[in-house]
């Protein structure tokens, strides 16, 4: 079955510098990659997404990289913030899967 | 935002007995799913249920666990008998749509389940 792997584990970073997240997933037949926040205590919340189709998405402070080719995602944070302090989890799913495969997570502190 | 609700938060139940958790989904939603997470492993995926019935379960939902959506109210995961690797945090979530359109997908908060 599919496994998605986070890089790093964990960084921590200054106000206003920026971050960058990896994650490789394993299955071709993955079509569609959501990203969740977690913060200290709280639910998992829905940030930014991307489809196999695309190579870029923007959301604010937030970009998405995807390289189908080589099975790779990046999130790019800038102009950090202490709130975005969290754990970002990448997650795969494909067409024919129920539901979602996650990866450990990367925990991101921000310090002011 | 719409919010999944989990209750109890918290469990702490005797090895062998029987536990439920429940999950109040958003009210429109459709999909329903538990994930399990262990501590300092990754979320896994454990069911899937719509329109009262399991549409796909993983390796991880045993014989020992069930679910189910009595009236239409609560989405609850039974576990009968609870073994200590059963210890986890469960997450239930609500969809709208199946794959593809996971910006509907919400989370609830967990219920962190200890077997003793």
């Known amino acids: 079955g599919e496994q998605v792997e986070q890089l790093p584990s964990s960084l921590i970073v200054q106000e206003g510098a920026s971050v960058l997240i990896n994650c490789s997933y394993t299955?071709?037949?993955?079509?569609?990659f959501p990203w969740y926040k977690q913060e200290p205590g709280k639910r998992l919340q829905f940030i930014i997404d991307?489809?196999?189709?695309?190579e870029r998405k923007q959301n604010q402070r937030l970009t998405l990289l995807f390289d189908k080719k080589t099975k790779h995602l990046s999130l790019h944070i800038t102009a950090t913030q202490p709130g975005d302090s969290a754990i970002y989890f990448c997650?795969?799913?494909?067409?024919?899967?129920?539901?979602?495969?996650f990866g450990l997570g990367t925990r991101v502190s921000v310090f002011p | 935002g719409p919010k999944v609700l989990q209750i109890p938060s918290h469990q702490i139940i005797d090895m062998g007995q029987m536990v439920t958790l429940n999950c109040d989904p958003v009210?429109?939603?459709?999909?329903f799913y538990w994930y399990k997470q262990i501590l300092g492993q990754q979320m896994e995926f454990l069911v899937n249920?719509?329109?009262?019935?399991?549409?796909?379960k993983s390796k991880l939902f045993k014989d020992q666990f069930s679910v189910e959506r009595p009236d239409g109210s609560y989405f609850t995961l039974k576990i009968q008998p609870t073994a200590l690797e059963d210890s986890a945090v469960y997450f239930c979530?609500?969809?709208?749509?199946?794959?593809?359109?996971?910006?509907?997908?919400?989370f609830g908060s967990g219920t962190r389940l200890l077997v003793i």
């Open positions: 997650s795969a799913i494909s067409n024919y899967a129920q539901g979602l495969t």
């Open positions: 299955d071709s037949a993955s079509v569609y």
């Open positions: 991307i489809r196999s189709n695309m």
């Open positions: 009210s429109n939603h459709l999909y």
């Open positions: 249920f719509y329109n009262g019935k399991v549409m796909e």
């Open positions: 979530a609500s969809s709208l749509a199946l794959t593809g359109g996971h910006s509907d997908y919400t």
